[in-house]
């Protein structure tokens, strides 16, 4: 007899990221769906993660971190931030946000707690909460920039009592991004029930147009409450390395940890070594990602520049660009998506995807940390179509 699965997640099945990818490769097309980029990290991190297992570091790492990165990381934090996080209990380093995220919320959120999600949302958030037998609560982002309903947040948390607020900024896929002020103000909102905010704040260094990323650890009236979550693979154009991290006061580190210990108990060491090593040697790296992605925005949007089918939305943050799109007769964005992959040779992500209940604003997501010749020929086929391409 088959055993009775009883599901936590009955209603999971191919991500869409997954379902975009294998249509582009049916089709030969332009991936500009997955949210990775199509170019090498810097070589001198290869040559650190040779010299990491060279030298012996293949072993089990500390269970928080390896202490050389933690003690990078720290650096990084207190000069882009200001915030004094203490390696030894504030940081935990993690196989990539996703597992952050998951850890932070299987390690306060028990069951029937409430947990507000603003939508479109990361596919991770609503499955992590829903896993530990927490109760997601979706509030909408208000189009066109995506600001927060502040009414409708000020009404819900007169109503309900929320164990934990996660927050993602900058945003994917909106490409907006908060004030400080925002920030403050969702303090300020969520302190009646002392609810706990968790920042997803993985694109921290990718702000553009002179602005700068307001972080939850620059403000002390929010860290006493925060677990604020980076990733790696964002910084160093390594998406497949899976670290990531958390900071967080002691008290709620603590905690994390216990559950990150059972869950993973320590990263790669040998990748943790290379990271430690590179952004400690080469800070100017990570001081140019903005405008090297800014460059890559600002070309993406010229070559789009005009053309009927698309209207791009302005992207503040994040490697995404979204684009409302003239439907020609497809009733919602997957199958105007998936219209575009055959016709086109270009694949995007439909913006229902980040939505719990399928919601489609009628946008796609677009993203654009690709070659400058992948993203022309991206544009050239979305302008021309791949009927015109000359036949090889
Ligand atoms: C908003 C957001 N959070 C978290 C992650 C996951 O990051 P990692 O690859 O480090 O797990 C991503 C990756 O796409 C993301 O876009």
């Known amino acids: 007899m088959s055993p009775d699965l009883n599901s936590k997640l009955p209603d999971a099945g191919i991500s869409i990221f997954a379902h975009m990818t294998a249509l582009a490769n049916r089709h030969g097309a332009i991936n500009l769906a997955q949210g990775f980029p199509d170019f090498a990290p810097p070589e001198q991190l290869f040559a650190y993660l040779d010299e990491g297992v060279r030298s012996g ?13 933690r003690a990078a990381i720290a650096r990084r934090l207190e000069y882009r931030y200001g915030c004094a996080a203490d390696p030894e209990t504030g940081i935990t380093v993690t196989a990539g946000a996703t597992q952050a995220i998951y850890t932070a919320i299987s390690a306060f959120v028990r069951p029937g ?9 990361y596919d991770s958030y609503g499955p992590a909460v829903r896993i530990n037998g927490g109760q997601a609560l979706y509030l909408r982002l208000e189009l066109p920039d995506f600001s ?3 009414d409708s947040l000020e009404q ?8 934990m607020v996660l927050i993602n900024n900058p945003h994917n896929p909106a490409g907006s991004i908060l004030s400080a002020d925002d920030l403050l103000r969702i303090g300020e909102l969520t302190r009646r029930h002392n609810s706990l905010l ?3 704040e993985v694109y921290d260094l990718l702000v553009f147009d002179g602005n700068r990323h307001r972080s939850a650890l620059e403000f002390p009236t929010l860290c006493e409450r925060s677990i604020v979550v980076f990733s790696i693979g964002k910084t160093l154009h390594n998406t497949g390395w899976k670290i990531g991290y958390t900071v967080a006061p002691e008290a709620l580190s603590q905690e994390i940890r216990k559950v990150h210990q059972f869950m993973v108990f320590s990263v790669n060491t040998p990748a943790q070594y290379a990271v430690a090593r590179f952004l400690e ?3 100017e790296f990570t001081d140019d990602l903005a405008q090297f992605y ?22 503040h943050g994040s490697y995404f660009a979204l684009a409302r799109f003239q439907s020609a007769g497809r009733t919602n964005d997957l199958a105007y998506a ?5 016709s086109r040779g270009v694949a995007a992500i439909p913006v229902s995807a980040f939505y719990h209940d399928a919601y489609d604003p009628g946008l796609l997501r677009f993203c654009f940390a690709k070659k400058e010749e992948t993203l022309h020929e991206a544009a050239r086929l979305l302008w021309h179509g791949i009927s015109r391409l000359p036949s090889s």
């Open 148 to 150: 927060i309903p502040w």
């Open 338 to 342: 998936e219209h575009l992959v055959a």
């Open 156 to 163: 819900l948390l007169s109503t309900e009592t929320v164990r």
């Open 57 to 69: 570091f293949n072993q089990y790492a500390a269970m928080p971190g390896l202490p050389q990165l």
């Open 198 to 200: 968790l920042w997803d």
């Open 113 to 121: 707690d409430k947990v507000l999600i603003f939508e479109p949302a």
């Open 281 to 283: 040697s080469h800070s």
């Open 294 to 315: 800014q460059t890559r925005r600002d070309l993406f949007l010229q070559c789009m520049r005009g053309h009927p089918d698309f209207e791009f939305l302005p992207c």
